[in-house]
């Protein structure tokens, strides 16, 4: 029973389509991050979300858009997308109260764009 | 200099030794320090968190961090195979002289270990 789910976990997309990849948490954490992970990058922020009404942007948002839908829902939109957005997204949580910094990862999504 | 610096590696020890994995960060407001990792193609697990100088240890692992010298290491004693992943350290640093305590985690690039039989 896994604690942060993404769904889906595989996507193959064509340039310019519009997709959404969903993050659902059971930890009862009001943070929320989305990360994209490129090979030599490392992980960069796209996007997080300290409550359902504050969003923020991250270091890479150009592209992306996020939907904070209930405390434990987090969407990452890509509105058009293009071959560079091929990577690895992960969503994850961590909770203000006990440990703020300490962030639990979902599994992640392999997104192709060709 | 980089916010959070790590050795890309590949570290590479045998069975049964102690593997040191090696980061520094630039904030010396720094307070929290994480260790992660990560096998290829699945997502990265938090195994050591620190707070306060010195070392903490949690099974094979140890955590040491000295924040005077703005640095944190993650050892491994008697490596296994199965602990060949890539290491990620995570630092809380406020990113510019004006952010206050508007601290983020900033990640470092990985140190990539295999544990040879």
């Known amino acids: 029973d896994a604690d942060v789910t993404q769904t889906p976990r595989n996507r193959i997309t064509k340039t310019g389509k519009r997709i959404m990849l969903e993050c659902s948490q059971t930890?009862?954490?009001?943070?929320m991050y989305w990360y994209r992970q490129d090979p030599g990058l490392g992980l960069r922020l796209i996007y997080y979300?300290?409550?359902?009404?504050?969003?923020n942007k991250g270091e890479i948002s150009d592209g992306y858009s996020v939907s904070r839908q209930a405390q434990a829902k987090f969407s990452l939109s890509l509105e058009s997308a293009i071959p560079n957005q091929t990577a690895l997204y992960f969503c994850?949580?961590?909770?203000?109260?006990?440990?703020?910094?300490?962030?639990?990862f979902g599994p992640g999504t392999r997104l192709t764009v060709t | 200099q980089k916010e959070v610096e790590q050795n890309s590696g590949p570290l590479s020890v045998p069975e049964g030794a102690i593997a040191s994995l090696n980061c520094t960060y630039s904030d010396r407001g720094s307070q929290s320090f994480f260790w992660y990792r990560q096998y290829s193609g699945k997502s990265p697990e938090l195994i050591m968190s620190?707070?306060s100088n010195g070392d903490k240890e949690d099974g094979r692992f140890t955590a040491q961090l000295n924040k005077a010298s703005q640095y944190v290491s993650l050892l491994i004693r008697d490596s296994q195979p199965s602990d060949s992943a890539t290491y990620l350290c995570?630092?809380?640093?406020?990113?510019?002289?004006?952010?206050?305590?508007?601290?983020?985690?900033?990640w470092g690039l990985g140190t990539s270990l295999a544990v040879n039989p």
């Open positions: 995570a630092v809380n640093i406020a990113p510019g002289p004006n952010a206050g305590n508007n601290r983020k985690l900033i």
């Open positions: 979300s300290f409550d359902v009404k504050d969003i």
């Open positions: 994850a949580t961590s909770d203000s109260g006990t440990a703020p910094y300490e962030q639990y």
């Open positions: 620190i707070y």
């Open positions: 930890k009862g954490h009001d943070r």
